[in-house]
Each structure stands twice: as structure tokens, then as C-alpha cells.
């Protein structure tokens, strides 16, 4: 098994190369240049000009690429233009944040989803089942900024219940208060996207144990004489939790991708939040290297879900 | 045919599925008996309502979706006024099932051990040790050979063959009076099916239990049964010893059933072929002769209004009178049957 | 010359293992098989789940990547790609398949189905081909209405009907019948035997009849070959494989076949526990050192036995064979 997990992580090496001469071009192609609308637009163009150069702008890709390439072998990112910061200190301050939601969010959806997606599925078009439906289709056609703004607006500005902005109060002196008011900055963000996050798993867990419910091996259970509560035990809910368990790798990378939202809209410091910021200001530096954490990390959630289905479903085995 | 020795007494059963909103019959006014000791082989083509006999029996219907009336009368239980808490002390210990697709109906994600010992854990007080000792016995009975090694192992790892004898040590774990196997062997090759109904007939030589065995399968039922009873349309249109069924068959369904088997002296022939099609559940005829229209040659006269079974040796009945004059079209003519 | 010369046919499966995945040792599916089919014949190849009776049909139509040997269909040898295209031999050689409902696009009417290699080989004009597919559907007993119908609209029998029909549809030399009446009813299983019967001598097709049915291969079969983990055990006419069967594997499969005779079963079963039981004992003897079965042997002009020659020899003597 861990020589499959070795394999895997080696083939990820041409796949990281390549996602990072891709990412690194994009941003060329990108109009503009960093100094565009952070210079003052009556700075002398020759002055522009020498700035490129000084910063290599005017090398060639490939000269260019190289040269990132080396700074990331010795930790450096390079700097960011607009925040004139190493690009490290800049995501690192900010990474823990993005991945400090994204986690609780996913504990939050499986929280609701796990239970109503069983629920549904046991009680198979009885109104237990429509309602539940009924419920994933409305999260599923709201597009999540639109709940997003909307929560804000009522739970932040209207009722006043939670923060609107930040990860943390300022006011927090010991380390209890810390955690306790990083807690409150992400409990609506993380609530909300659970609760209009949760459709996928719930369909899919509710038609895996639909499914379940009719297969031979329930049938088996029945005429062993198990009575109904035991065969949802120990049968149907572990063979469709299977397929959710071996989607959490995959949800992980969904969850970092939609922070980009979450983050935007609560003005919550994160990579997500970064990143819009980066792109309005053309910092190129920025953006490559947050592409290609999301790059790796979406990788490293497909390995993550090879690995926990080889564990949890005994037909796949790495050898 | 009711004498002591009954332990299974199937009175006027019928079971109906719900269909767009309507209860249709799958099989109507069913009288069996199952006695220690014999198989009983329930033989009949896809759709004459075998399978739902079987799952009848089981109670393994959805109350909600299905209608049953009549009386199973189980070692003097009536099982249908069991509730579902009750039929679960039948199921698994008194009546043991045999499923036909053995890699389904094996759960993939559970040791082969705890497959079995499930059945122990309901209907036995025995320790986990003893639950363990219980399960290689019954594993070495079935005939697999390396039983410690088969009991750590998961479905996938096994073959056809191998499942099959797994689900019948399920099956048998707690020496059942009454053993159901539906197509056991229809998924299996034909070596492997002799041996697998080798093991049916041992098991219940040893547990002296009663086996209905369902199957649409001819030669396994003439290999293996000591009754058949010959299911047609949701109806049993024959029944009598295997004897009495194969040397001298009277139903005209039976006898067409027999005809369109290729067999040893009709290579390079064509086979007979039994006009027309099983009516589907909707159209089945509530009156009349549900095989008249597959005989249309044999005049309306001969069939009876309302066909009831009749006994015409002891313990052979037919369903209906036509039986008395049918021939085959060829025979009519009085040229040779082959 | 036959219509078709399989020769030492090979079909084996990499399996791949270790860390860089390299080839490590090979599944032998089809291992090394010959035999020639004749015009207007119908072959019977059969054998239990896994022997490889199914890839050697697949081969034969052109759907396996063939690992090594050769099938010549008139003198030409049709693994090749480029032969096949040039000989139009996905015209003359057709297939029909077990499961009739998952080999029919579930989307397409019945009239699309049938026409659709009418499509690709004949190029009709609309009428002409809307009256083949009407004779098509009329030859194998299926009403015209059902022209316009899907395939779930149908019973096993009629879909396996409606099989035959779009095999036949390009007048085929060849067409390979992989388990076609496996999943069928008894009674619907006779019609659809009858008709394949019918078919051949209106058309004079060939049928290479793979199953492991042996009552229904008797039925269909002049010339049948036993199959057994990727070998050929025995190969005869029907008369050789039911009435003289020489390897141990024929004949453990035709004891484990059951009879309808019940006056019999308890002889039957004696008969047939006495050849698993030499089956069992005799291993050494009826296959090589490493389990497989050993190269052919002719004890006669038609049959053929995969024994060591003096073991052949001396079985076909005892069975009464003499050889050619």
C-alpha cells in the first residue's frame, strides 16, 4: 500500500510541472501590467519601463519561469506588488484562516447531510423524503454568493447576531477569547455553506441507501430473521457510507475552492480572499503560486480519496 | 395429501403486487404441503409466480406494496398473522433461504465469518467462541475445503461456487425444518451445479429437513425432487411425485414444456414451440383455462368453466379436464411423434 | 477450405504488478487453439465460465486484440485490421450476443436497430431498406409494427428475435452465437433455436454456437470443441464427444449434465460421482505437469483428444475407435 501511495505521489510531479508552467502562462496572458492603477497614471511611462525591467518583466517566459521556479526551491515565492510582502508571509498568515473554515464548514455538512440523507433514503417517498428534497433542490438552485449575501445582510447587519468582517476581533487578549471569537467570525460563513452545501451528499447517500435497501444481500439479512433497525445498522448504512467516505478527499478540494466566495463576501482574510484581491491588482506573483496551492492541494484530495476508499471497501485493495 | 407428516401447510394462498394503484394476482389460490424429509421442486418458466412463493413464504413483501390472503400454516403457526417482529422468529432459524445470484446476496463488505454468525446471533444463546466453531462445521459441510482460511475471506474472493456454499451455510446455521433455495444453481455451471445440489440432498438427509426447491430448470428438478408440483400463470397446473410427473405427465403445459426440451432423440429437429406468450399480470384471466389460449386447437368444450385440480392417481392432481383429450397438433394428424 | 482456419490462436492478458507497473506475467485467456469452421456448419464450442470460449468468439468477429496465431477467413488472415476492411469481413461475419436487452441501444427503434449495418455495409435507398428490415422482421416471425417500437417493449425471446434479425441483415457467411438462448424460458428458447435453424438453411450460414449448455449444443451442433482453461480438451463430431468421449473433462461434463429421465437419476448420479471421482484422482494423468491440458492427438478423422499419444490411443481402442 504504501508503495501505490509512493507511486501516486511521484506521477504527481509531472502533474505539479505541468500545472505550474500552465499557471505561470495564464498569468502572463493576463491584459495589464502590475503597476497598472497603483502608479499614478501621469508617472513617466520611461519610469514604468525601467520598473519592468528591474523586476525582469521583460525577460523571456521561459527565463521568467525559471527563475520562479528556483525562488520556490528556496522557499521564495517572490514579492508581491501590491503589498510589497514576501508572497510566503502573505499566504502564510492567511492559509491556517482558509483551511481553518474549510474544515469546520465540511464537519457542518456532513453534520446535516449524513442524517438527512439516510433519513430520505429509509423513508422513500413518504413526506419525511419530499420535504427533504424539497429542501436540497431550493439550496441547489440558489446560487451560494446570492445566500451568501443575503445571510449577511440578515444575521450581520439586521439582527446583528455575528460579525460581518474579519477572522478574529481585536479586542481578544488571552488565547481563550482568541479561539472563541475565531469561532464566532466563522460560524455563519461555515453555517451557511453547509446548509446550502449539503445537496450532493444528501442525493447521492439518499439513492445509496434506496439502493441498498432493495440489493440481495439486504434481502439475505431479512430472511436471517435481522430485525429492520440491525439491517440499517450493519448493513445499508455502512455500504452507502462507503462511497460518501470516498468522496471526502474530493469534497475537501470543493470546499477550498468555494472559499474563494465565502471569503469575499464576509471579507474574511483567507487565501480565497487573496486571490480576488491579487487578480483586481494584476499581482502575478500572487496569483501563481495560490493557483498552484489549489493545484496541489486538489491533487492531494484525489490521492486522499484513493486511499480512504482502499481502506474502508475491501474490493479495493492497493496493492 | 394432508396427513401428520406435514409440517408446511400452504391453504388457498394468493399474492398480489400493486400496479399503477391496482392489486393484480402473481399467484392465486395456491395449496401446497411440505413434508420432513423431501424436496419438493416448484418448476415453471420467468413470471408464473414461483419466486413470489418463495418470498411469500419468507414474508420478505412490502405490506404497503402487496395483498396476501390465505393461511401458511407452519408447524401450526399461521405465519401470515405474524408481524414482523414475529416472522423474524421463523426466518433465518425454522425456514432457511437460498438465493439464486450467490455474489448479490452476500453482503461485500463483511467477512464471510460474520455472514454466517449473524444467523447465530438472533435465534442462538452460543458465545462468540462457539459461534466461530459452529461456522467452520458448517462451512466443512457445505464442502470448502479450507474452512479457516474461507471464513477470514470476503465475497469478492470467492467463486461462483464457493458463495453458493456460503449462502447455504447461512442458510442451514440453525438446522431449519424448512429450507427455500430459488434457482440455486442457475448461476452456476453445470459441474458445479451437481455439486452444490449434492450438498442440498446431503444437508437435508442430515437435518431431516424439508427443502422447496424452485427452479425452471427440468433435468435439475427429475435429478433432484421427490415432488414437483408444476406452476403455470400463478397457478399449479400439475403436481404429483417426480415419477408421476415425468414418466407420465397429463397437463398439456407440462407435456409442452417436456416437447420444447432439446433432448438426446430430437437432434436436427425443430423443437416444439408453445404458442403465443405469458399474459402479463394486468391481462390475466380472473376465469377459464389461463392455458387455453396457448392450446388454441383444443375446442373451448374441453376446458373447464372455472378449472379446479383433480385427482388423478393418488397424490397426482391436474388442474383443469382438457387434459382427458389433448393431443399435439401432429398427433391429431396421427403422424409420428418423435 | 474452410470458411474459417483458427490456428494456434492466442489470446493472453498482461497482468501488471510492482512499483513502475511493468508486465509481470499474463492471464492466458485463449492459449494457443485450432480449429477450422465449414461452410454452412453449425460449431458447437463449449465449456464452463472462465475457460475462454467467449474471447476465442470475440476474436473471430475482430473485437480481441489477439496475442499471437491467426484466423483466416478465405485464405486471408482477419486479425489484421487492414484485412478485415479489405475483405468487408465485419459484413460477412455478425453476432449475436447473450443478454438481448443490454445488446440493444435501449434509445433506438427496432427499425433503427435492424437497419443500422444495412447503414454501414449496403447503402439502400430509404424504401429498399425499410422493405429488407419488413422481410427481416417477417423471416424471424415478428409483426411490422414492430418497426416503430423500443427494445424494452419487447419479451427475452422476441429481443433475442430481433438479435437474430439484425445479425442476419447483411447476409453473413458467419454468425457467432455467444450463449444466445442462455437467459431464455424453455419454450421461448425452442423458438429461438428453431429459427436459427430456419435461417441456416434458407441462407446457408455458418454458426459458431459458444455455450456451455451441452443439450442445447447437441441439439445445434455437428462439430463441437471442448474448451478448458484456454485449451482445447477434445474435438469431434457429436457422435465422438456424446457417444465416445475420450477426456476426462467431456466426460465429467456431460455426467454433470441432468437428465429428465427420473427412472435413471440414481444410476446417473452413481455414473456421475464415479467420473468426478476419477477427475479428481487422475489429474496427473489427463493434464501436463503444470495443470493444462496437452497438445491434440487425432484418433480418428474426425475426433481429436488432448492426451499424450499413447494414453489416446489406448482409450480410443477401449471406446472402439480406430484410427484413420
Keep these: ?319 | 395429501m394432508e396427513t401428520e407428516s406435514n409440517f408446511l401447510n400452504i391453504k388457498d394462498v394468493s399474492t398480489a403486487f400493486k400496479i399503477d394503484g391496482q392489486f393484480y394476482d402473481a399467484i392465486s389460490h395456491i395449496n401446497l404441503q411440505v413434508q420432513h424429509d423431501e424436496i419438493l421442486a416448484i418448476v415453471g418458466e420467468s413470471g408464473c409466480g414461483k419466486s413470489t412463493l418463495a418470498t411469500t413464504i419468507m414474508g420478505l413483501h412490502d405490506p404497503a406494496e402487496t395483498k396476501i390472503s390465505g393461511e401458511i400454516d407452519f408447524e401450526g403457526t399461521d405465519l401470515l398473522k405474524l408481524d414482523d417482529d414475529g416472522y423474524n422468529e421463523f426466518r433465518g432459524a425454522k425456514i432457511g433461504m437460498i438465493f439464486q445470484d450467490p455474489l448479490s446476496a452476500l453482503n461485500p463488505l463483511k467477512r464471510i465469518e460474520d455472514q454466517i454468525s449473524e444467523v447465530m446471533d438472533y435465534h442462538t444463546q452460543m458465545t462468540k467462541a462457539e459461534k466461530h466453531k459452529r461456522t467452520l462445521e458448517l462451512l466443512d459441510e457445505v464442502g470448502i475445503v479450507n474452512p479457516q482460511r474461507t471464513a477470514h475471506q470476503f465475497p469478492h474472493e470467492l467463486s461462483g461456487g464457493m458463495r453458493q456454499r456460503v449462502v447455504i451455510a447461512i442458510a442451514i446455521a440453525c438446522k431449519p425444518d424448512l429450507i427455500i433455495a430459488d434457482e440455486p444453481t442457475t448461476a452456476l455451471d453445470v459441474t458445479i451445479q451437481a455439486q452444490i445440489l449434492d450438498v442440498l440432498r446431503a444437508i437435508q438427509k442430515e437435518n431431516h429437513a424439508g427443502i422447496i426447491l424452485i427452479t425452471h430448470d427440468l433435468g435439475v428438478v427429475a435429478e433432484t425432487a421427490d415432488r414437483v408440483a408444476v406452476m403455470y400463470a400463478g397457478q399449479i397446473v400439475e403436481q404429483g411425485t417426480a415419477e408421476q410427473v415425468f414418466n407420465s405427465p397429463e397437463h398439456p403445459y407440462t407435456r409442452s414444456l417436456l416437447r420444447s426440451m432439446p433432448q438426446r432423440d430430437n437432434e436436427g429437429d425443430d423443437l416444439y414451440v408453445i404458442k403465443g406468450n405469458v399474459p402479463s399480470l394486468q391481462k390475466m384471466p380472473s376465469t377459464g383455462d389461463r392455458f387455453a389460449p396457448r392450446i388454441p386447437w383444443v375446442p373451448e368444450s374441453a376446458h373447464e368453466a372455472d378449472p379446479v385440480m383433480h385427482e388423478i392417481a393418488p397424490g397426482h392432481e391436474v388442474r383443469c379436464t382438457c387434459y382427458k383429450t389433448f393431443q399435439f397438433p401432429d398427433e391429431q394428424k396421427g403422424s409420428v411423434t418423435v | 477450405m474452410s470458411l474459417i482456419e483458427i490456428k494456434d490462436l492466442k489470446v493472453h492478458y498482461p497482468i501488471r504488478s510492482g512499483f513502475w507497473n511493468r508486465i509481470t506475467d499474463s492471464v492466458k485467456a485463449v492459449d494457443g487453439i485450432t480449429f477450422n469452421i465449414e461452410a454452412g456448419e453449425t460449431y458447437g464450442l463449449v465449456g464452463e465460465s472462465g475457460s475462454g470460449k467467449s474471447t476465442t468468439g470475440k476474436s473471430v468477429v475482430g473485437l480481441e486484440k489477439v496475442t499471437s496465431g491467426s484466423i483466416l477467413y478465405n485464405g486471408k488472415d482477419i486479425t489484421k485490421r487492414d484485412n478485415r476492411r479489405k475483405l468487408d469481413y465485419n459484413r460477412d461475419v455478425q453476432m449475436i450476443f447473450q443478454d438481448s436487452l443490454s445488446s440493444l441501444n435501449p434509445r433506438k427503434r427496432i427499425e433503427d436497430i435492424i437497419a443500422e449495418p444495412l447503414r454501414n455495409f449496403e447503402h439502400l435507398s430509404k424504401d429498399d431498406e425499410k422493405l429488407r428490415v419488413l422481410q427481416l422482421l417477417n423471416i424471424v416471425g415478428l409483426d411490422a409494427d414492430a418497426l416503430y417500437k423500443y427494445p424494452h417493449q419487447f419479451s427475452g425471446g422476441q429481443r433475442q428475435r430481433i438479435g437474430v434479425a439484425r445479425a442476419v441483415a447483411t447476409n453473413p457467411k458467419l454468425i457467432i452465437a455467444d450463449e444466445p438462448v442462455s437467459a431464455l424460458d424453455l419454450s421461448v428458447q425452442a423458438q429461438v433455436l428453431n429459427f436459427m435453424k430456419k435461417i441456416q438453411r434458407e441462407f446457408g450460414i455458418s454458426y459458431l454456437f459458444i455455450s456451455h449448455d451441452l443439450g442445447v449444443v447437441r441439439h445445434m451442433c455437428n462439430n463441437i470443441a471442448i474448451m478448458n482453461r484456454g485449451r482445447l480438451v477434445e474435438i469431434g463430431t457429436r457422435e465422438d464427444i456424446y457417444n465416445h468421449p475420450l477426456h476426462i473433462y467431456t466426460k465429467r461434463l456431460l455426467a454433470a449434465i441432468p437428465e429428465t429421465n427420473v427412472n435413471q437419476r440414481v444410476a446417473h448420479r452413481a455414473s456421475r460421482l464415479a467420473v468426478e471421482k476419477i477427475y479428481e484422482e487422475q489429474q496427473d494423468k489427463y493434464y501436463d505437469e503444470n495443470g493444462m491440458a496437452y497438445p491434440l492427438v487425432q484418433v480418428s478423422p474426425t475426433h481429436s483428444v488432448a492426451l499424450p499419444e499413447t494414453i489416446a490411443k489406448q482409450l480410443a481402442s477401449q471406446e472402439g475407435e480406430v484410427q484413420a
Design chain 1, 1 to 319: 500500500m504504501w508503495k501505490t501511495i509512493l507511486r501516486r505521489l511521484l506521477i504527481m510531479i509531472p502533474e505539479v510541472i505541468l500545472l505550474s508552467v500552465l499557471v505561470f502562462l495564464l498569468a502572463k496572458a493576463m491584459p495589464g501590467d502590475p503597476f497598472t492603477g497603483s502608479i499614478n497614471p501621469k508617472a513617466d511611462p520611461a519610469q514604468i519601463k525601467h520598473l519592468m525591467e528591474i523586476n525582469g518583466l521583460n525577460d523571456p517566459w521561459y527565463q521568467q519561469y525559471w527563475n520562479w521556479v528556483v525562488h520556490l526551491f528556496h522557499g521564495n515565492l517572490g514579492n508581491s506588488y501590491q503589498y510589497q510582502e514576501p508572497v510566503t508571509r502573505l499566504i502564510e498568515g492567511r492559509a491556517g484562516n482558509t483551511l481553518w473554515l474549510a474544515f469546520f464548514t465540511m464537519i457542518l455538512t456532513y453534520a446535516f447531510a449524513l442524517p438527512l440523507g439516510v433519513y430520505a433514503g429509509r423513508h422513500e417517498g413518504k413526506l419525511p423524503d419530499t420535504i427533504i428534497r424539497f429542501y436540497t433542490y431550493v439550496t441547489f438552485c440558489i446560487p451560494v454568493f446570492v445566500i451568501l449575501v443575503l445571510g449577511i445582510w440578515i444575521f450581520g447587519y439586521v439582527l446583528g447576531w455575528f460579525p460581518t468582517t474579519g477572522s478574529v476581533s481585536s479586542d481578544a487578549q488571552t488565547w481563550a477569547q482568541t479561539v472563541g471569537s475565531r469561532f464566532y467570525h466563522i460560524l455563519l460563513p461555515s453555517l451557511l455553506g453547509a446548509l446550502f452545501g449539503t445537496v450532493n451528499i444528501v442525493q447521492y447517500l439518499r439513492s445509496e441507501v434506496i439502493d441498498a435497501k432493495h440489493s440481495d444481500y439486504v434481502r439475505t439479512a431479512r430472511s436471517k430473521g435481522v430485525p429492520s433497525k440491525d439491517i440499517y445498522r450493519h448493513h445499508i448504512f455502512r455500504n452507502s457510507l462507503l462511497p460518501i467516505a470516498a468522496f471526502a478527499g474530493y469534497s475537501i478540494t470543493g470546499l477550498l475552492n468555494g472559499s474563494i466566495f465565502t471569503e469575499t463576501v464576509f471579507s474574511y482574510p483567507g487565501m480565497g480572499l487573496l486571490f480576488v484581491n491579487s487578480i483586481s491588482y494584476r499581482d502575478y506573483t500572487v496569483i501563481t503560486a495560490l493557483v498552484l496551492i489549489y493545484g496541489i492541494l486538489n491533487l492531494v484530495g484525489t490521492l486522499l480519496s484513493d486511499i480512504i476508499l482502499s481502506i474502508v471497501d475491501p474490493r479495493v485493495r492497493i496493492e
